[in-house]
């Protein structure tokens, strides 16, 4: 199993503010993903990033895999309440299992 | 679209009892997977297969079997139920070696033991 560790594990902020969660490891992954999961629910997908120093955006959400592909950020500009979530980051290994971090609880009060 | 389908939501088991989780997709994966997941562990890879007919373990299998006879189904049994089997129980599947990585999850069976 090809460990990830993800930071901070709890995150409690207000909205307007800007936050960035982080996904290390020590091995390398073809692909890293992100998910977000919502009480009650399944994971859903956020991203995939597969280059190393590749950037993507969505909306606020700012996504970026390492040179080296071991790890990964992801930032929030002005977060709103509705990006509550636990952020969850994934890496895809040669096969197609994934191993996920323990995830980042975030909490956006209005 | 259903996606993935996952039954039962709830259930409470007692020490000892046997019980299967059903999984169900729709939209012909390849790959289908089971995790548990506790508090503060994240997601933890129970088994997997890669096609009907074909299963592996993954991180955490003890006490837990699988089979895939169809590409649609993927039930998980457990085959004598302990307190520490206590979690809720997510399947995913995904396109595999069709060309996709993405993992589509279901809503969870969230499983007791007592």
């Known amino acids: 199993t090809q460990l990830l560790e993800q930071s901070p594990q709890f995150l409690s902020i207000q909205e307007g503010e800007n936050l960035t969660v982080y996904c290390n490891s020590s091995?390398?992954?073809?692909?890293l993903q992100w998910y977000r999961q919502e009480p009650g629910e399944g994971p859903v997908l956020l991203v995939t990033v597969v280059t190393g120093g590749e950037v993507k955006k969505l909306k606020r959400l700012t996504f970026q895999f390492g040179d080296a592909r071991k790890d990964s950020s992801l930032h929030i500009t002005a977060a709103q309440p509705g990006d509550t979530g636990l952020y969850l980051c994934a890496g895809v290994d040669s096969g197609y299992a994934l191993n996920f971090g323990k995830g980042t609880s975030l909490l956006v009060t209005p | 679209n259903a996606g993935v389908t996952q039954t039962p939501k709830f259930q409470v088991l007692k020490t000892g009892q046997s019980m299967t989780l059903q999984c169900a997709q729709d939209?012909?994966?390849?790959?289908m997977s089971w995790y548990r997941q506790d508090p503060g562990m994240g997601l933890r890879l129970i088994h997997y297969s890669v096609g009907a007919g074909i299963t592996d373990q993954g991180e955490v299998p003890n006490g837990y079997n699988v089979s895939r006879s169809t590409t649609e189904d993927f039930p998980l049994r457990l085959l004598s139920a302990a307190p520490s089997q206590t979690s809720v129980y997510f399947c995913?599947?995904?396109?595999?070696?069709?060309?996709?990585?993405?993992?589509?999850f279901g809503q969870g069976t969230r499983l007791t033991v007592v």
């Open positions: 995913a599947s995904s396109q595999g070696r069709k060309g996709g990585t993405e993992a589509f």
């Open positions: 091995s390398v992954f073809s692909s």
């Open positions: 939209m012909n994966h390849e790959y």
